[in-house]
């Protein structure tokens, strides 16, 4: 059984894994293949939860580790954007809020009903996709404004979710 417990996190791995891929060939100016990896990634992203569903294997730490992963990827990817002077430091710090807001709130609380936070990352995935495409000024403030209204929704909905008291059985 914990052979089959690696896996889903091998998976999640992946992301980390191509991180530095990524940040190779984006210097080099493959749009492309950086665009292939995005996709590997989200695809990575669906599959590591699919295969702890399937082979029974969820836990807490698979949850947050997902999440870190995906935190991973995307604060290096936007980091990279940051220093081609495409984002301001605040969208990183928005990321890393996100992030944040997520530990911090899955904590507190197991069950969350949050259905915005959950389209955060795909938030992001697109919007490293839009930079990639076309990197122009309105895309970044459409990226960074999205973004910041995705976060602002999803606090809202999970500060709903906390303090909402359960329904009591009859």
């Given at each position: 059984?914990?052979?089959?417990?690696?896996?889903?996190?091998?998976i999640s791995s992946l992301?980390?894994?191509?991180?530095?891929?990524?940040?190779?060939?984006?210097?080099?100016?493959?749009?492309?293949?950086?665009?292939?990896?995005?996709?590997?990634?989200?695809?990575?992203?669906?599959?590591?939860?699919?295969?702890?569903?399937?082979?029974?294997?969820?836990?807490?730490?698979?949850?947050?580790?997902d999440a870190t992963t995906?935190?991973?990827?995307?604060?290096?990817?936007?980091?990279?954007?940051?220093?081609?002077?495409?984002?301001?430091?605040?969208?990183?710090?928005?990321?890393?809020?996100?992030?944040?807001?997520?530990?911090?709130?899955?904590?507190?609380?197991?069950?969350?009903?949050?259905?915005?936070?959950?389209?955060?990352?795909?938030?992001?995935?697109?919007?490293?996709?839009?930079?990639?495409?076309?990197?122009?000024?309105?895309?970044?403030?459409?990226?960074?404004?999205?973004?910041?209204?995705?976060?602002?929704?999803?606090?809202?909905?999970?500060?709903?979710?906390?303090?909402?008291?359960?329904?009591?059985?009859?």
């Amino acid at each position: 059984m914990k052979n089959l417990t690696a896996i889903p996190a091998f998976i999640s791995s992946l992301r980390i894994a191509a991180l530095p891929l990524f940040i190779y060939f984006y210097n080099l100016g493959y749009v492309s293949v950086c665009l292939g990896l995005l996709a590997f990634c989200a695809a990575t992203d669906f599959l590591d939860g699919y295969a702890a569903r399937k082979l029974k294997t969820t836990s807490r730490f698979g949850a947050y580790y997902d999440a870190t992963t995906d935190f991973i990827l995307m604060i290096g990817i936007f980091s990279i954007f940051f220093a081609d002077g495409y984002y301001s430091i605040w969208l990183l710090l928005l990321i890393a809020a996100a992030f944040i807001q997520f530990l911090a709130t899955s904590f507190l609380s197991k069950k969350l009903y949050d259905p915005v936070g959950r389209y955060l990352g795909s938030a992001l995935y697109i919007g490293v996709v839009l930079t990639l495409l076309w990197p122009t000024s309105p895309v970044f403030a459409f990226v960074q404004d999205a973004f910041a209204a995705f976060l602002l929704v999803s606090l809202a909905s999970r500060i709903v979710s906390l303090t909402r008291k359960p329904p009591q059985q009859p």
